[in-house]
């Protein structure tokens, strides 16, 4: 007998919780030893005064159960509160983001034929949300990337491809032109690729990857990116898939995971009884396979595929010709459950594997680091924002220890040697290299407190280094 095991829940915003109530009744058909623990997180926590939208207790519940299985919530645009769900994902260290997707045409709505997964990175790169307004018109974004955190998420990619028994994977990023965190990742998947032999490897550049995602997904396995791209791609794979509705996604850390649909909160369909419950299903059945209630989690696949191969749809995956009944939420709710323990007659349901996926990192060896440099980023406005004079005046600071030879605007060089069509903002980075010999933090100091003085506004300072005797950082376009 399957011991019973209690999870947390939470509806969310939206159709959140239309789309869980249609989960729970569900799990509750199927027969699932399932306790809950339910919490509240989200707008409704925010607008109650919490403005972290989710309270201790709540925290306390997350942590004390092993899975999570949370409605999408609403996430303000622009402003407002930081996204709850990057808040969760980091805090409970749900390193890897998984989402399967598999179609089945021409039995159910889909664009193209794609059996894939993407395994996402879910902590890091311009996902973190660290930004900055530095001047009137220029604001920063940063892009983190570690390499222990580049290597977790490309070995449990090939773990996860040898557990699954999947053939290929496929990482995608665009070191092409972001060469040092892109870069980074890339030649780890390289390292890392080398052992799994058995597992083919391959990069492709996110842009012309993404495409392929969407006109040749067949071609396509494993996919391993950074979280922002893996983001994009992922709603990219939904919609092809035949509904942003459908696909679920599982966010796994160290001995505790999350559960949830790949869509957000819809606001627009909301309380209307005509959202896709698939999504939060699909989650749920991620679920009880990580739980080892395999058993389960295959018996609602299988009800639920029953379901939609018969043509029983809600109004995303409505196709003349395939659909037979276009229904609400409630209706598909009791479409699958009147199918519990039936198999469906035209699609095969999963094999399972009750495997956990674990492995072991490289040890970190520490590298040598050498200050090599100092870029000075400044707010100037003055003199018709032309470089020349912006770098005379910078020439007579520069001092003995340094030499000073390059300014940049938004990236580009415009001094020595700017060219009138390149438009020029009110964020100048100036270049400062070493003289002769070696320099210290206490140069730039003493640097920067020259500059400061000459009556300069210093935004932002960043120590150029060697890595083990190579160049870590970019070169301007055009230097
Ligand atoms: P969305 O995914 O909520 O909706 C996009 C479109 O897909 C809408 O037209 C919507 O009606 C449709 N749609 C989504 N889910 C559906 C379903 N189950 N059935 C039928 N149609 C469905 O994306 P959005 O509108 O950009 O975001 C709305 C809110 O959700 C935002 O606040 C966003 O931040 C948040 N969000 C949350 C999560 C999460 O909780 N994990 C994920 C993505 C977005």
């Known amino acids: 007998m399957t011991e019973t095991q ?18 729970l009744e569900i799990l509750k058909a199927s027969g699932v030893p399932l306790k ?62 998984v989402r399967p997707c598999k179609t089945f045409r ?3 709505p889909a664009f193209n034929d794609m059996d894939m997964v993407i395994v996402r990175e879910n902590e890091e790169d311009l996902y973190a949300g660290i930004e900055y307004q530095q001047t009137s018109e220029a604001i920063e974004a940063v892009k983190l990337i570690s390499k222990p955190g580049s290597e977790r998420i490309i070995r449990y990619a090939f773990e996860y491809a040898k557990v699954y028994g999947r053939k290929k994977v496929t990482c995608m990023t665009k070191d092409n032109i972001m060469k040092h965190t892109d870069g980074m990742f890339h030649r780890i998947f390289k390292i890392v690729s080398k052992e799994y032999p058995e597992i083919e490897a391959e990069h492709r550049i996110i842009d012309i990857g993404s495409a392929n995602v969407a006109s040749n997904p067949e071609d396509l396995d494993v996919i391993v990116t950074l979280n922002l791209y893996g983001d994009i791609i992922s709603d990219i794979m939904a ?13 796994v850390g160290q001995g505790r995971a999350m559960f949830e649909a790949i869509h957000g909160s819809a606001p627009d369909i909301a309380g209307k009884d005509i959202a896709n419950p698939c999504g939060l299903l699909h989650g749920a059945i991620l679920m009880l396979d990580y739980l080892g209630m395999s058993d389960y989690a295959r018996k609602i696949e299988a009800a639920t595929l029953c379901a939609l191969e018969e043509g029983i749809h809600t109004g995303d995956l409505f196709q003349e010709g395939i659909t037979k009944r276009k229904v609400g939420t409630k209706e598909f709710t009791a479409a ?22 674990s492995f072991g990192m490289s040890k970190q060896v520490k590298s040598s680091k050498e200050l090599v440099g100092a870029d000075l980023f400044l707010d100037w406005d003055e003199s018709k924002r032309q470089a020349s004079v912006l770098g005379d005046s910078i020439l007579k600071l520069t001092g ?26 009110d964020q100048w980075r100036l270049r400062f290299m070493p003289s002769n010999g070696k320099i210290t933090n206490s140069d730039v100091i003493e640097l920067m407190t020259r500059v400061t003085e000459a009556g300069f506004d210093i935004i932002k300072l960043e120590n150029l280094y060697d ?3 190579e160049r870590a950082y970019s070169l301007a376009q055009g230097e």
Do not use: C, H
Request: net charge positive.
């Open 336 to 357: 699958v459950i009147r199918r519990m323990g039936k198999e469906p007659k035209n699609i095969k349901v999963r094999k399972r594997n009750a495997k956990e996926i």
């Open 467 to 469: 890595f083990d005797g």
């Open 400 to 425: 003995d220890k340094f030499s000073f030879g390059l300014i940049t605007n938004r990236g580009v060089k415009v001094w020595p040697g700017d060219m009138p069509e390149t438009y020029a903002s």
């Open 239 to 251: 919609q092809v898939a035949g509904s942003v509705g459908l696909s679920g996604s599982a966010n």
């Open 36 to 97: 809950y623990e339910e919490i509240e997180v989200g707008k409704q926590v925010y607008l109650g005064g919490n403005t972290t939208g989710i309270s201790e207790d709540a925290w306390a519940t997350i942590r004390r159960n092993k899975a999570f299985l949370k409605a999408p919530i609403t996430t303000p645009q622009g402003g407002g509160y930081k996204s709850l769900n990057v808040t969760i994902r980091k805090t409970l260290g749900l390193y890897a983001n």
């Open 106 to 108: 021409p039995f159910i």
């Open 6 to 23: 209690t999870i947390t829940i939470a509806k969310g915003d939206g159709i959140g919780p239309e789309i869980m109530d249609s989960t």
